[in-house]
């Protein structure tokens, strides 16, 4: 065997990467053997490759998944700074999300009782309500939850505050809030509408933004207080009510976002979440 041929099993403790991993990254096209051996048969690595098996191990430690390594090698073989940044950016603001809510997890561990008190203290008792029409401004796209519904609410935001210098006379009558129209939760292609309830004239010239009416709904509702990344203990509240009573959800859901997370903690975050049901 030349020197520059390295069996799998050599290429695994140099590299640190399990047999069974190599075996995927060959699978994918991620890592794929350079060289075989003529008397063998066998697929060898070679020493060239090396930096690129360590460069996947780290990357995979940080969390990227293999379609997104595969980006960034590809990128960087590219010489394409723009995706690598864009990719290492979006990796930091998952990896800011995942920091506090293992915080949380933390508080709650330590303070927590054998009755699990704490955690259903965050969300208030389901009440029935009826809701009349609203007025609102919109906008929908696809996206993920964490950072989508931000920046939309921003834009309807700074729509509303270029407004008061023209011609329209527009006022906020309400919370910005964010429809859910998925019958599934999506990760990353989540289809997203977020509103601001308004009253007064509209001079519309952004094109993906509407004006439209939500209509009257009967829903059950609770506040829940805490982080938003939280926020889906309120629905599994108001789905154990529904249950409870015979109820059947007839809309996409409502999460209404009652103080500025400028402004407070996250602790101390208000969202009331609405569920239309007949």
Same mark, same amino acid.
């Given at each position: ?30 890592l794929v ?9 066998y697929? %060898? ?42 990719m ?22 330590l ?26 401004? #919109? ?10 519904i ?29 429809? %859910? ?5 999506r ?7 977020? %509103? ?11 094109? #993906? ?6 209509p009257?709904?009967?829903?059950? #509702? ?16 108001i ?13 996409? #859901?409502?999460?209404l ?22």
């Amino acid at each position: 065997m030349k020197f520059d041929r390295i069996p799998i099993g050599k290429f695994s403790l140099m590299t640190h990467l399990t047999q069974k991993a190599l075996r995927l990254y060959d699978q994918k096209g991620l890592l794929v053997p350079e060289a075989k051996d003529a008397f063998t048969g066998y697929r %060898c690595y070679t020493y060239s490759q090396i930096e690129r098996g360590v460069k996947i191990r780290l990357l995979s430690w940080m969390g990227f998944g293999l379609d997104e390594i595969s980006s960034l090698l590809d990128a960087e073989d590219n010489r394409d700074g723009q995706v690598i940044d864009e990719m290492m950016q979006k990796r930091y603001t998952e990896t800011q999300l995942e920091i506090r809510r293992l915080q949380k997890v933390q508080n709650l561990l330590l303070n927590q009782t054998d009755k699990l008190e704490l955690i259903s203290m965050s969300v208030s008792e389901p009440t029935t309500k009826d809701i009349p029409k609203i007025r609102v401004l #919109s906008i929908r796209e696809t996206g993920s939850y964490e950072e989508t519904i931000g920046v939309l609410i921003g834009q309807l935001f700074e729509f509303v505050e270029s407004s008061t210098s023209t011609s329209s006379k527009i006022k906020l009558t309400g919370p910005a809030m964010f429809l %859910c129209h998925d019958e599934e939760y999506r990760e990353n292609d989540a289809d997203i509408e977020v %509103c601001l309830p308004i009253s007064g004239s509209v001079d519309l010239n952004v094109p #993906s933004i509407n004006l439209t009416t939500l209509p009257d709904i009967k829903a059950v #509702s609770v506040i829940h207080k805490g982080p938003y990344q939280e926020v889906d203990v309120a629905y599994t509240r108001i789905f154990e009510y529904m249950a409870e009573n015979g109820l059947e959800q007839v809309g996409p #859901s409502r999460a209404l976002y009652l103080n500025d997370p400028n402004n407070v903690q996250e602790e101390e975050l208000l969202t009331e979440v609405q569920v239309p049901v007949k």
